[in-house]
Nanobody, 125 residues
């Protein structure tokens, strides 16, 4: 299976920024759609954003639109999540996920095949 390792989480003041990274194994990174999800204690896991295998399509949840940016660097087998204007309600464990490319599939779904261990983001007020 594909191995995913997130990093970059931490404690940040409201209004601040963080950049999360997700490093992947293997030589087939460019053939995967990549997504970011988050889960706060006692709440359901939710979709945050995703980028298609080609990089040509992205999708953002309404609650992060205009604040978060997803990007990928296929040469480094890494996907990033830049988070600006962070709010206390952004506090959660953030997960990276991957799925093989398949034409026509929507990005905004929980149905990804491989998941990382998560990195904690805590935003203080």
């Amino acid at each position: 299976q594909v191995q995913l390792v997130e990093s970059g989480g931490g404690l940040v003041q409201a209004g601040g920024s963080l950049r999360l990274s997700c490093a992947t194994s293997g030589r087939t990174f460019s053939s995967y759609d990549m997504g970011w999800f988050r889960q706060a204690p006692g709440k359901e896991r939710e979709f945050v954003t995703a980028v298609s295998w080609s990089g040509g399509s992205t999708y953002y949840a309404d609650f992060v639109k205009g604040r978060f940016t997803i990007s990928r660097d296929n040469a480094k087998n890494t996907v990033y999540l830049r988070m600006n204007s962070l709010k206390p309600e952004d506090t959660a464990l953030y997960y990276c996920a991957a799925r093989p490319r398949l034409m026509g599939r929507a990005l905004a779904t929980m149905e990804y095949d491989y998941w990382g261990q998560g990195t904690q983001v805590t935003v203080s007020s």
